[in-house]
């Protein structure tokens, strides 16, 4: 072409190593994903076995499992998902439904949003400050009081989120056949709305189900079964941390096989979650 | 109304009772019901104060007995009981710093790839594994770069830094020291690949809103891709893409476990990035169970309202930078 110049194929050369840069950048990302995965399947899968599931964390050398901490996990997972997703809900329906752009609602949102990526540790100290310390001992109920902290902002945004995609002639037609508001709200927004928040609440299940350091000092941790949330209860990202910095080969064998079921956990969580969201995105 | 045509009239008066009643329930489950979701949002404001609220208190002892000087003391020996926070607060800000040094520059590119170069039908995949990368939990990286990550940069990448920089001055002291794998340096590193997704995610969102319009009438000018992404795209989202990049940066100076693992937790401040050292939320994970006394819990309070006010500055100008683009744009 005659238009080939110097300067212009200078442009072009510039932009094209700029695009290889690009494409460079985005295989350096996807490597790291690719390689944690590898080494953790590796690790982690060698270490797996019907014992991980049946037996409790064993003292340094003898066999054992994991049974205590999953246990652990799911109780205090449960438990902070349900203190927590109702009142995330109850805010996010406030912030989406009646305080639409009122001040209160503007505040909370940004308040909100801090609160989504504060440090999680910072939420452990708290929580320790108001219950394991007047209550004298670490318990499980301070774990998954912690851990409802951190469930509420996700929960609070997603519903936010999902109700303002509600179509306002939703709304409109409610009340036009006299449908009082809080029952326009739980009957026919909610119902809209209800795969986004249950996919809102499947990401914060995600989400604390790997989180470790607001446990460190609110459930701690217990090297044996325990039914009693009103004392230390073990937890698998917490049984992760000590075992991976200890000494002893078979309790670091058995932290990345507790790495290996949190992270599949996790994915699976993230990919239903997604899974759930996606025909409402396309329509 | 159709039935007060048709009825009698005393029945009419029963059924207007009845339905009264009614309606005076639903105004009361109406009223209640707006007071709870308003109670719910207040909450949230009241965990940001209680948090703020506690850990001043918490943190008093701390404060009262070492004073401001607290924040640029550097012993910290629990044996004497004098605590001083500049170590872990140095070593926040290095690893910190180090990350953004590598995430961001890569983060905008894998942003620039997905919104420009991508083919249609492969955006959403990377799309997808980038933020997978951001849900894996952070206790994964740790352990993966205890065993996995440190051991390498110890046997390779290591000593050759120290080898490539022995004799340039200032380099020198900045990669000097035995290579002992975890330190500074690794937990900076993890962290790069922590908040990379995060920064990604964001400008990738923030890079998509620029108007069609604005990029085509660029490249009908004749500019090539690169001068579209320089010229037009990053100055129009310069805002978004500072408020992505500083919700990266709180993510990293508060992230605990994965560094808690590389760090070394060593309270001293060393001029290369290469020995070990420790953050403020690493000395928190570490030592706050086995803290004996009031004024060592004390302490490790006041480190962790000192990381809260960072970070809330910090997320609270990410915030409201986001928020003006999304002004602009909405």
Redesign the interface.
């Known amino acids: 072409m005659a238009t080939a110049t110097p300067l212009y194929r200078a442009r072009r050369r510039r932009s094209g190593i700029a695009m290889g840069l690009s494409l460079a950048a985005t295989l350096f990302g996807l490597g790291w994903l690719v390689l944690i995965l590898s080494v953790l399947l590796y690790e982690g899968f060698s270490g797996l076995s019907l014992k991980v599931f049946s037996e409790m964390t064993p003292p340094p050398g003898a066999d054992g499992g994991l049974l205590n901490p999953i246990m652990g996990s799911l109780a205090l997972t449960a438990l902070a998902v349900l203190i927590g997703t109702p009142i995330g809900i109850l805010a996010g329906t406030y912030l989406a439904e009646y305080g639409r752009h009122d001040k209160l609602s503007s505040v909370v949102r940004f308040i909100n949003d801090i609160l989504l990526s504060a440090p999680s540790i910072v939420i452990g100290l708290f929580v320790y400050e108001i219950m394991v310390a007047p209550m004298g001992h670490f318990s499980g109920w301070a774990g998954a009081v912690a851990l409802a902290v951190i469930v509420i902002p996700v929960v609070l945004r997603t519903t936010e989120d999902m109700l303002t995609l509600v179509p306002d002639t939703l709304r409109e037609a409610a009340a036009s056949i006299g449908l009082p508001r809080s029952l326009m709200i739980i009957r026919i927004a909610y119902r809209a709305a209800s795969a986004g928040m249950l996919t809102g609440v499947l990401l914060a299940v995600a989400r604390i189900s790997g989180e470790t350091a607001p446990l460190l000092f609110t459930a701690l941790n217990n090297q044996f079964w325990s039914s009693n949330l009103n004392a230390p209860v073990a937890s698998l990202p917490v049984v992760i941390f000590q075992f991976a910095l200890s000494p002893y080969a078979d309790w670091q064998k058995l932290a990345w096989t507790g790495a290996l079921i949190i992270t599949m956990t996790v994915l699976a969580l993230s990919i239903i979650a997604r899974i759930i969201a996606a025909p409402r995105k396309t329509s | 109304m159709v039935d007060l045509a048709l009825h009698g009239q005393s029945v009419v008066t029963g059924e207007i009772r009845s339905r009264a009643k009614i309606l005076d329930r ?2 009361i ?2 009223a ?3 007071q ?10 009241v ?2 104060g ?2 703020m609220i ?2 001043v ?2 943190a008093s002892p701390a404060l009262r007995e070492f004073g401001l000087g607290f924040l640029v003391e550097e012993t910290w020996n629990p044996v004497t009981e004098r605590f001083g926070a500049i170590a872990p607060i140095y070593g926040t800000i290095v690893t910190s710093f180090i990350a953004m040094l590598i995430a961001v ?3 905008l ?2 942003a ?3 919104t ?3 083919p249609m039908w492969l955006r959403r995949p ?1 799309g ?6 951001a ?10 770069g ?3 990550f440190a051991p390498f940069l110890q046997q390779y990448v290591q000593p050759a830094l120290i080898g490539l920089f022995g004799n340039v001055p200032i380099l020198s002291t900045l990669f000097a020291g035995p290579p002992y794998g975890i330190g500074v340096l690794t937990a900076g590193l993890i962290l790069a ?1 922590m908040v ?2 995060f920064i ?1 995610s964001i400008s990738r969102d923030v890079f998509d809103a620029v108007p069609p319009m604005l990029k085509e009438s660029a490249y009908g000018l004749g500019c ?4 579209v ?2 010229y037009v795209v990053l100055p129009y989202t310069r805002v978004g893409v500072i408020g992505g990049v500083m ?1 990266g940066l ?2 990293a ?5 994965a560094v ?2 590389v760090i070394g937790n060593a309270h001293r401040i060393s001029a290369s990035i290469l020995a070990p050292g420790t953050t403020i ?1 690493a000395t ?2 570490n030592e ?2 086995e803290a004996v006394g009031d004024l060592y819990t004390s302490s490790l ?1 006041a480190l ?1 309202l000192i ?2 006010v960072i ?2 500055i910090v ?2 100008c990410a ?1 409201y930078m986001l ?1 003006r683009l999304e002004r602009r744009i909405g």
């Not at chain 2, 997808?128 to 990368?133: G, V």
């Open positions: 639903l105004r489950g109406d209640v019901f707006r709870l979701t308003r109670a719910a949002a207040v909450m949230v404001l965990i940001l209680g948090v506690s850990l208190i918490g520059p890569v983060g590119m894998i620039v790839f997905l420009e170069l991508c990377i997808i594994a980038i933020e997978l990368l849900g894996i939990p952070s206790i994964i990286y740790g352990i993966w205890l065993f996995v690949i990379l997704p990604t090539t891709t690169w001068e992404v320089r919700l709180g993510r100076l508060g992230e605990t476990m808690t693992f939320s928190i994970a706050f169970t309070i962790g990381l809260f970070t809330f997320l609270a915030r928020m």
